[in-house]
């Protein structure tokens, strides 16, 4: 969905390295979400976050943070990447006052961690 | 803990054919389910929602039903074609918190 947006679209990098993944969003909504997905898994929930003030934890938060600078932006920080951490990340945007609370979703950003 | 199990992994169809996939999930306390569509490589596209309350969705030639009380879901694709092809996931949202199963990745042979 072209009103989520996800830099860098790819990324390489090396083991011990800070890496930051950022997510915009034109749509107005409130809430966002980190996820990764693995070759043949499911995408697993990381952080989300239902408003500027609020940031949870997800399935599998642990080697990463974010931060929800405003209600449009919401980054994914590894601070010392590793290479378990080689996945397809996509970010997601739903609104609380859509009562199917529809998730919308980024393009993706291919992460390699050597 | 809800777990989405979706079988086989792979399919592989002839062009023409209606097909089923299948998801299921462990915990029906769900407030809706989704099918996606993933490329190779892309995002997720959001093919249908069914609400906890309602039994089926149809857009086109898609078609998904929900049986909350036994944990299934199927997505029923009529008359298949090459474009079909891609990764079909199924997502359950509870808590506001979407859990995926792995997908079913789908071939449709020309």
């Known amino acids: 969905d072209a009103d989520v947006t996800q830099t860098p679209r790819n990324r390489i990098t090396k083991t011990g390295k800070r890496i930051m993944l950022e997510c915009s969003q034109t749509?107005?909504?409130?809430?966002m979400y980190w996820y990764r997905q693995d070759p043949g898994l499911g995408l697993r929930l990381i952080y989300y976050?239902?408003?500027?003030?609020?940031?949870n934890k997800g399935e599998i938060s642990d080697g990463y943070s974010v931060s929800r600078q405003a209600q449009a932006k919401f980054s994914l920080s590894l601070e010392s990447a590793i290479p378990n951490q080689t996945a397809l990340y996509f970010c997601?945007?739903?609104?609380?006052?859509?009562?199917?609370?529809?998730?919308?979703f980024g393009p993706g950003t291919r992460l390699t961690v050597l | 803990k809800q777990e989405v199990t979706q079988i086989p992994a792979a399919l592989s169809v002839p062009e023409g054919e209606n097909l089923v996939l299948n998801c299921s999930f462990t915990?029906?306390?769900?407030?809706?389910l989704q099918w996606f569509r993933q490329d190779p490589g892309k995002g997720l596209t959001s093919l249908l929602l069914?609400?906890?309350?309602?039994r089926e969705q149809t857009s086109g030639r898609l078609n998904a039903s929900l049986d909350k009380s036994s944990g299934r879901s199927t997505l029923y694709i009529a008359a298949s074609q090459p474009g079909d092809s891609a990764t079909y996931l199924c997502?359950?949202?509870?808590?506001?918190?979407?859990?995926f199963g792995k997908g079913i990745t789908l071939s449709v042979r020309p």
């Open positions: 915990d029906s306390a769900i407030y809706n």
């Open positions: 997502a359950v949202k509870a808590n506001s918190k979407l859990t």
């Open positions: 997601a945007t739903s609104d609380r006052s859509d009562s199917t609370d529809t998730q919308y």
């Open positions: 976050s239902f408003d500027v003030k609020d940031i």
């Open positions: 749509k107005g909504h409130d809430r």
């Open positions: 069914i609400q906890s309350s309602q």
